[in-house]
T-cell receptor
Framework: QKEVEQDPGPLSVPEGAIVSLNCTYS??????FMWYRQYSRKGPELLMY????GNKEDGRFTAQVDKSSKYISLFIRDSQPSDSATYLC???????????FGKGTRLSVIA | GAVVSQHPSWVICKSGTSVKIECRSL??????MFWYRQFPKQSLMLMAT?????????EQGVEKDKFLINHASLTLSTLTVTSAHPEDSSFYIC????????????FGPGTRLTVL
């Protein structure tokens, strides 16, 4: 079993839809959870960061962490064509350690 | 904001040659930089952790003699792919840690290496 599992998609939704992206993980030591957005042939860009369990909201984006289920989610409301990208979840047990990434989910928002 | 650059952004080389990729933190100092490799439609896989002034720590399965890492200063780390082969063709991405936190890793734009 891989440390971080993420459905690679592709996921195609109409503009304005609510998008739900998910990752599961096996390492209970993970404390830091991140979501990155990566456009084609570019480096990842940090979208959301959550420490331990709970929810975090930033504009159209909401991140949820359920440590008891080892499950994290990213919700995108009112999705836009500009949201079309690959979304990667990443996590780590402590602050200055390398991140463990999911495979990434490719999202297409159709106008 | 914190900016990390990589040079070159893409490179094509012949099999057997060596290629050097630079990773720079432009407006902050980073004692730790990470090097990742990403194959098409795959996730980022950590290759090594680079610490300024000391030897890099390589992940299992990554040949340290093939992928030479030098963290010469607090703003520069280099990855040299020695005797490159077609199977080394990939997208190489570095990240630099601004403040030692999980949310303060900033990624470079990546370098696409194609070995013919």
């Amino acid at each position: 079993q891989k440390e971080v599992e993420q459905d690679p998609g592709p996921l195609s939704v109409p503009e304005g839809a609510i998008v739900s992206l998910n990752c599961t993980y096996s390492n209970s030591a993970f404390q830091y959870f991140m979501w990155y957005r990566q456009y084609s042939r570019k480096g990842p860009e940090l979208l959301m960061y959550t420490y331990s369990s709970g929810n975090k909201e930033d504009g159209r984006f909401t991140a949820q962490v359920d440590k008891s289920s080892k499950y994290i989610s990213l919700f995108i409301r009112d999705s836009q064509p500009s949201d079309s990208a690959t979304y990667l979840c990443a996590m780590s047990p402590s602050g200055n350690t390398p991140l463990v990434f999911g495979k990434g989910t490719r999202l297409s928002v159709i106008a | 904001g914190a900016v990390v650059s990589q040079h070159p952004s893409w490179v094509i080389c012949k099999s057997g040659t060596s290629v050097k990729i630079e990773c720079r933190s432009l407006d902050f100092q980073a004692t730790t930089m990470f090097w990742y490799r990403q194959f098409p439609k795959q996730s980022l896989m950590l290759m090594a952790t680079s610490n300024e002034g000391s030897k890099a720590t390589y992940e299992q399965g990554v040949e340290k003699d093939k992928f030479l890492i030098n963290h010469a200063s607090l703003t520069l780390s280099t990855l040299t792919v020695t005797s490159a082969h077609p199977e080394d063709s990939s997208f190489y991405i570095c990240s630099a840690n601004l403040a030692g936190g999980a949310d303060t890793q900033y990624f470079g734009p990546g370098t696409r290496l194609t070995v013919l």
